[in-house]
Each structure stands twice: as C-alpha cells, then as structure tokens.
Nanobody
Framework: QLQLVESGGGLVQPGGSLRLSCQASGSALNYRAVAWFRHAVGKERERISCINIRGSYTYYADSVKGRFTISRDNAKNAAYLQMNSLNPEDTGVYFC???????????????????WGQGTQVTVSS
C-alpha cells in the first residue's frame, strides 16, 4: 500500500528557502502524478503545484509561480518542492498527494488525489 512521508519543513525567515521532500514507500510513484497542497490557518486547502508522471508537465498556482519548483525522481520514489523567496503568506502545512496519472497529459483534477502524506509545517517569520 502506497504511503507518503513529507519532510523538510521548518521555520525560515522571509526571503529564505526550503526544500520539501515527499518520500513514497509500499509502491512505486512511476504511474502516479504528484501534487503539493498547502493549508494555511483560516484558508482553504490550495493545490500549489503538481507534476505529471513523466515530469514533462508542471503546474503552479499564481501565488507561488516563479518562486517554487516541483520535481520528481522516480528512481528514488520521491518528489520535491523547492521553495525560494519565501514570505509570511507561505506559512502553512504542506501536504504531498498522489493520483493515478495514467491517461492524463497534465495533472489529474484535484478530486483524484487519493493518497496523502501527514503534512509538514512551514513557518515563515522574522
């Protein structure tokens, strides 16, 4: 059974960087799209980035475009989110999630993400 574990969160000053990791176990990520979601206090959960099974398509929410980079390494059964130029509005719990990516040229719709990690807290504060 596929399981996901996020790591790499923490406290960072505005303008700083963090790299989140999403490590899969129990099954391969090869045929699954991967997305990162963010849940901030008082806000709805937001999909901020996703990557298709080949890594040939990526999506970024406007709020992170140009600052965050999603990637995947199928050989390591992992995905990553490089976050640069962080600001306090990036504070929240970050979750990785996966969906069956076969048949999708891009990323599956949000409702298809059926395996989730436990989340990692990112706090951007001076």
């Amino acid at each position: 059974q596929l399981q996901l574990v996020e790591s790499g969160g923490g406290l960072v000053q505005p303008g700083g960087s963090l790299r989140l990791s999403c490590q899969a176990s129990g099954s391969a990520l090869n045929y699954r799209a991967v997305a990162w979601f963010r849940h901030a206090v008082g806000k709805e959960r937001e999909r901020i980035s996703c990557i298709n099974i080949r890594g040939s398509y990526t999506y970024y929410a406007d709020s992170v475009k140009g600052r965050f980079t999603i990637s995947r390494d199928n050989a390591k059964n992992a995905a990553y989110l490089q976050m640069n130029s962080l600001n306090p509005e990036d504070t929240g719990v970050y979750f990785c999630a996966t969906a069956d990516g076969t048949g999708w040229g891009g990323c599956p719709n949000i409702e298809h993400y059926d395996v989730w990690g436990q989340g990692t807290q990112v706090t951007v504060s001076s």
